[in-house]
């Protein structure tokens, strides 16, 4: 084996792999793709508030349900909605205060 | 992608089904906020998805909650429009390391407490491991899991 080979060999290809892992995990445009958050830092974003996409069918409170669909009868009027027709008008709460709805659920730390 | 709602919603910023309270902008710039893009997907999916199997209303909210978070969570229950009564809010303060969930009354009845906290648990040890968006999908996972599908009182 000749010098050449054996500095091919030995110190060339050992390097090239070496050389392929720190390009793979040292490569920055993969670590954009994620979520950075770590526990006790700071969150100086803006809250953000989602719900369920409303044009999906089957989701409740989407676009969907409201219009009315074939094979589904519209909504009854109920003895409250008759009465309602007739003249008088619904209770509607003061703007500010807001009903309490919340009937249960969890909280945790970590 | 997932509905935004915003707490204050500007002027141009209603969407489709917004009302006074939500906004609901579809999110165009994620590089502004703390979710990228694939993430953004995964959350759409997850809220999406479990809405459509469990016939709840799940909403997310990601941001501070003041001083008080419970009062806090379940204010922001009350004005997530739509039917709230039928509504789940999954409320995560990162900076306070809270996390509140908060049912509405035709909810908790198929979404106890008991399995709220469950999901609460499984969140948290994710959340602690500084999987922001793991934590968010297992626990929307889990809570549909829970909830099951809803009766289905007109099949034919």
């Known amino acids: 084996m000749s010098v050449l080979e054996t500095v091919l060999i030995y110190g060339v290809v050992p390097l090239v792999i070496v050389l392929l892992f720190a390009a793979v995990t040292l490569f920055p445009g993969r670590s954009k793709d994620r979520t950075k958050y770590r526990p006790g830092q700071s969150w100086d974003y803006a809250p953000l508030w989602y719900e369920p996409h409303p044009d999906v069918p089957g989701v409740v409170g989407g676009h969907a349900e409201d219009a009315p669909g074939a094979g589904h009868a519209a909504p009854r009027l109920g003895a409250t909605a008759s009465v309602l027709a007739i003249g008088q008008r619904p209770y509607v709460p003061e703007a500010d205060t807001v009903r309490r709805t919340a009937a249960g659920g969890a909280r945790g730390t970590w | ?156």
């Open chain 2, 1 to 156: 992608m997932t509905q935004q709602l915003n707490r204050q919603p500007a002027a141009d910023q209603h969407g489709p089904s917004a009302t006074d309270q939500t906004g609901n902008s579809s999110v165009m710039e994620p590089g502004s906020g703390p979710f990228s893009y694939r993430d953004l997907a995964r959350l759409d999916e997850a809220l999406t998805m479990s809405a459509k199997e469990t016939g709840l209303r799940f909403t997310l909210y990601v941001g501070e909650l003041g001083s008080d978070t419970r009062a806090t969570a379940e204010d922001l229950h009350a004005r997530s429009g739509g039917d709230t009564t039928n509504s789940v809010l999954v409320a995560i303060s990162p900076g306070q390391r809270v996390l509140e969930i908060v049912t509405g009354t035709a909810a908790a009845r198929r979404l106890p407490d008991r399995a709220c906290a469950l999901a609460v648990l499984s969140m948290t040890s994710r959340l602690g491991a500084g999987d922001l968006v793991g934590a968010i999908i297992n626990g929307l996972r889990q809570l549909s899991d829970a909830a099951g599908h809803p009766a289905r009182r007109n099949a034919h």
